[in-house]
Every structure is written in C-alpha cells, then in structure tokens.
C-alpha cells in the first residue's frame, strides 16, 4: 500500500521534474490537535532539488505539516525521514530529536512587525546565522560575508543599515528570506510568502524563489493561495484537505477539476 | 568607493548622529540639572548636599543607582514584550506578599520574592498556553493579589508603621543587607541579559521562528519572569509598589526614542536609569521631596524631553528634493536610499544624499551622478 502511493507520486512527475533522492519521506502520518484530527495518514516523498508546492483550503493542514517537518509538532502516529534521520510517531520529545534543523530553514506567514523595533536589516539577517542563537559562540568573518551575500541574493544589499520596522512589506519579505537562507539550508519552507502583497511584488517574489531554485539547487516547499503563483515555478503541486487529495504537474487540467471539488464542491 | 560601502558610510554617519545626540542629550540634562539646583538652593546647597557624607545616603546611592541599571535592562525587554503591565502586577503582588510577612511577623524577603514569582508563572503560564488574553489574567491577578494585601493589614495591629514603606517606599532607608541584595541582584540580571541579549533579541522578533531555529523560548520566557519578578521585589523596599515599575518602563521608553540598534538601547536605557537616579537622589535632599518620587519624577523628565526631540519623529519635518526617479519629496530623514516603488526589480535603485545629488546604482558596482529636477 505504501509502496504503491510513493511510486504513484514517482509515476505522476512531469517530465522535466528533478528525479532525485527522495530528502523527505513521510509515511502514514497522522497529527492531531486533541480529538481534531489535522493530518490524516499522509505519505509524501519530496525529493532532492525539487520545487514543491502545496494548495489547500483553510484549516487543511498546511501549516501542521510544515509543523512536523520542522519538528515542532508531535505525530500521533506513522514516521518521518528527513536527511536520512528518521522519526517516528512515538518518539515523544521532537525537539531533541530534531537534529536535522540545522539544514531546514523557514519562511513564516507574514506577521506584522513593529514600525519602531530595534533591529536593523543587517541584524535580522544575522538571526539566521547559528551564533545569534548559541550563546557563547562569536561572529566570523564567513559569518558576515555569508550575510553580506545573501541580502545582495535577494537584492536588499543597500538596505542593509535601515531599520526593519521601515521597509514595506515585500522588503520585509525579501529580508525574511535573506535570514532564512544565512542558514546555508538544503530545504526551504515558505508559508504563504505572498499573503499581503500586492500582485506586482508577489510575481516580483516568485520569480526570485525561482532564480533561486535553479542558481542554489534549492529544496523549495511553498504554500499558496494563489495556484496561478503556484505554477510558475512549481514541479508538483500537492492538493491538500487533510490527507493528499491529488498530486501531480501542476499543470495538469485534473488539477483545476480537483481544486473545484474541494473548494466549491462541484 | 562601492554602493556598500557608501551606504554604509552614510547609514554609520547617521546612526553615530542619532546616538551623538543621545549623548549630548545626556550631558544637557546633567548641566541643567546642576544649574537648577545651583541657582535654586545657592544658600545652603553645600549643607544640604553634606548629607552625602552619611552612610545613609551613600547606601541610599548604591541602591537606587542599581535600581536605575537592572530596571533599565530587564524595561527594555519588558517594553519589546509587550509585556509592560507584567510588572504592576508582579509589583501588588510582592506587596501581599510582604504584608503577609508584617502580619506573620518574619523576614519579608522570602515572602515577597515568591509571590512576585508566583503570580509571575501563573500569568507566564497562562500566556504560553494562550488560554485568555494577558490583560484579562493580568487585571485578575493585580486585584486578587491587592485584595489579599488588604486583607492581611486589616488583620494589623499598628497598621501605619511597616506597610506605609512597602507602598510608597524609602530610598534612604535601605539597610545594609538590603543594599548588598539589590547590588547582587544587579550584577547577576545585567550580566545575565548582556550575556543572552541575542537569543533574547531574536525571541522578542519573533518567537515562531526563534523556536525553529531551535532556542528554548519556554525556558527563556519563564527566565525572563523570573528576573523581573527579581527586580521588583529587591527593589519594593525601596521604591515602594506603586512607583517601582517607574523604573523599569520609563528609561526604556526614554532610551527607544533615540536608537534603533538593541545593544545601544539596554546602555542607552541602563544610563537613563542612572542618570534619574542619581539627579532624582540630590533633587530630593535639596528639595526634602520624597526620594522615590523624585527619581520616577526625573526619569519621567527624561522620558518627555526625549520623546520631543527624538530623532525618530523628526524625519518628516524637512523635505529636501523631489526625487524624479521616485517622484516623492524625500524627507531627510530618508536621504540615503530610496526606498518607495524602485528597490531592485525592474525600477531603479538610487541613493540620494543630502545636496540632492543621487547616485544611481546600476548593476553591481557603477554608478552614475544626477541632479534632481526640483528642490523642495
């Protein structure tokens, strides 16, 4: 039954998807929030340099999956390989099982912040290199070229000095993915990077996350609303309401009949 | 010279000014201050200002100037929080539990700094797990805790005598063991904090993401519970209640107004602290005003003149070019970079500096001059 779903994905691949190894399997995992079931049995292979993306109505479980993904949350049942360390449902204390965290790096639905918070682009970027959050550890100088050159990757590099507070949304944005890519990570998670933004710097932000993927040779797992977005980039495209309701090419016309059905029950 | 290191010229240049005035600020307020006070008791100034002499006052000056430092620090982390009223509560809190004390007729200290604790957990508790909103839990508590207060002193026999010091406080009537608490307890939080201020930063950025890159925010939030349930309840004798969380939120709001770089606003809001505590300490022997009140009063001084004069707010006033690439006036404040509708795709990114020239940035390293086509 596994071994049937996973080549079912393998099989549904267009053509010129990347036909890597398999960097994160999940197999029959199920989350739930009390007796709210989030995630009903999923079995997923995302593969190596692979772009992702993820469709689905609200409350569908989206974001719990990045949840397990990032081990903060606990699955109640079935088992998780990430980098070749695997997890399973009962493993109980997820944070110190995690060890993969290190290569994954997260870019969290857009969250308002304070017009006067005391940080500068720089110092934002910086959060994304280890020595922010290990107490006794210094700053190298690889530490700030690698900060230098990942602003100049999204193109904030003159803003370096402007307090955060100060940018507009789609800099903020820019610069939230300037500080997850600090981390040198081998996956990216972005949840709903265009949530908020306007058409124009939307499509902006898309076509550098593809730049991206082809300059970085990149993991990248993007959730939108937007299926137009979506499939400017994307190699398969995850439908998602609890379980994996469809995947494959994102241009697929299925994909349109199932999104219908899902979200207008037609 | 590149655009990265122009810009970076021009940012550091601005932000050594904002901090220049800080300073400047800081020496202004200390020469006004002497002056005032000069002028105002020039009679029997050198009388008054003996009492320094006396082991009293000079205790009086060790404490309140590292009430002014551990306030100054753990406010500033209060106020990026957002957690402000945290401290009320943990305050009337500390206050029943020293009543209890009087009551039960023990040293205060144990009692005081547990309830603060407790009520300090049971709010932090209560937030983690997101079950009411915190002012709901915090008006709850700050009521409960000042009810049992009231309770416990109507069980007094002479009321006036030791509750009065807990509410309003005295300064200058901090023992010896009280001065030694409060020191060891400033040393301990300030080093504390400038030794975890980058995970701490990152916390008060964002909590989602500093938990996946994998710092224990939950042990960080209870930590930081307790220092400031430390802070207050040291400094309850001293202060007083009612004007205790002066100190923790006014120098920090003080310090915000000038910077937007973290470690100069824990220095900027310790020097704020110390400044009020020291003027405010002289202000009341001269004035024979009550020492707490004084200090909260010139702190809160401090807090009005910088809020005035903050280079934060003054970026609107002087319009210097009508840029034609962005076609916004740019304000001075904004000289640098603009930022509007032209940053990197497609527009044209462009520094502007303070002659109205603009530099254009192309590509990675040329750049060529224009002039604006009109001033403002």
């Known amino acids: 039954m596994i071994m049937d779903d996973i080549s079912r994905q393998v099989a549904n691949l267009p053509d010129h998807a990347p036909r890597g190894n398999p960097i994160i399997t999940m197999k029959n995992v199920v989350v739930a929030y009390g007796d709210q079931v989030a995630l009903w049995n999923i079995n997923l292979d995302i593969l190596e340099g692979e772009y992702l993306g993820i469709i689905g109505p609200n409350g569908s479980g989206k974001t719990t999956l990045f949840k397990v993904i990032l081990g903060l949350k606990a699955m109640n049942n079935g088992s998780i390989q990430i980098l070749g360390q695997s997890l399973h449902g009962d ?176 | 010279m590149s655009e990265n290191q122009l810009e970076a010229n021009m940012q550091s240049t601005k932000e050594r000014r904002y901090f220049s005035q800080g300073m400047m600020f800081f020496g202004t307020i200390i020469v006004v201050v002497t002056m005032v006070v000069v002028i105002s008791m020039l009679g029997d100034i050198g009388e008054k200002l003996s009492l320094f002499s006396y082991a009293f006052m000079k205790r009086a000056l060790v404490a309140s100037i590292s009430i002014g430092v551990m306030g100054g620090t753990v406010g500033v982390l209060m106020l990026l929080k957002n957690m402000v009223f945290y401290g009320e509560a943990i305050a009337h809190s500390s206050f029943a539990g020293a009543s209890l004390a009087i009551l039960l007729n023990i040293n205060p200290f144990g009692l005081v700094l547990s309830f603060g604790i407790a009520s300090a957990f049971g709010i932090g508790y209560v937030n983690n797990k997101q079950l009411l909103k915190n002012d709901v839990i915090i008006g709850i508590i700050f009521t409960f805790t000042m009810a049992l207060a009231i309770i416990f002193t109507s069980y007094f026999i002479n009321y006036e005598t030791n509750i009065e010091s807990y509410i309003f406080g005295n300064v200058l009537l901090t023992t010896r063991e009280n001065v030694i608490v409060i020191f060891v307890a400033t040393v301990g939080i300030t080093v504390t904090i400038f030794i975890l201020r980058r995970p701490l930063h990152y916390i008060m950025f964002s909590e989602e993401m500093a938990r996946v890159a994998g710092i224990p925010v939950k042990i960080y939030n209870y930590l930081f519970l307790i220092l400031a349930s430390l802070v207050i309840t040291v400094s309850l004798k001293a202060l007083g209640a009612i004007l205790v969380f002066a100190m923790l939120i006014t120098p920090a709001a003080a310090a915000y107004q000038w910077t937007f770089r973290f470690e100069r606003l824990l220095i900027l809001s310790i020097m704020f602290g110390v400044l009020s505590s020291i003027t405010g300490l002289i202000m009341s022997t001269l004035f024979e005003w009550g020492s707490g009140a004084t200090i909260v009063f010139m702190s809160t001084m401090i807090f009005l003149i910088s809020f005035a004069i903050s280079p934060k707010r003054r970026s609107k006033t002087n319009v210097s070019s009508l840029c034609r690439f962005c076609s916004k006036y740019v304000s001075e404040d904004e000289w640098e970079v603009c930022s509007e509708d032209c940053f990197g795709f497609g527009g044209k990114t462009h520094l502007h500096d303070q002659d109205d020239n603009i530099y254009l940035v192309s590509g990675n390293s040329t750049k060529e001059e224009g002039e604006c086509d009109d001033h403002g």
């Open chain 1, 91 to 266: 493993a109980g204390n997820l944070l110190k099982g995690a060890s993969w965290k290190d290569k994954i790096a997260y870019v969290p639905q857009r969250f308002t912040i304070d017009r006067n918070f005391p940080a500068r682009v720089w110092d934002i970027v910086r959060m994304g290199r280890a020595p922010s959050h290990k107490v006794f550890s210094r700053f190298t100088r690889e530490d700030k070229e690698q900060v230098m050159r990942c602003l100049e990757v999204v193109g904030m590099e003159n803003f370096s000095n402007r307090p955060i507070g100060h940018l507009s949304g789609g800099q903020q944005q820019k610069v939230l993915i300037a500080k997850a890519l600090a981390k040198e990570p081998d996956i990216l998670l972005l949840d709903e990077p265009t949530s908020a933004l306007d058409f124009k710097i939307a499509q902006d932000l898309i076509d550098l996350l593809g730049r991206l993927h082809e300059k970085e040779k990149l993991t990248i797992i993007e959730i939108n609303h937007n299926l137009r977005l979506l499939r400017d980039n994307c190699e398969r495209l995850v439908i998602l309401n609890k379980t994996i309701e469809w995947i494959g090419d994102p241009n697929d016309p299925k994909a349109d009949e199932k999104i219908n059905e899902i979200f207008f029950h037609q």
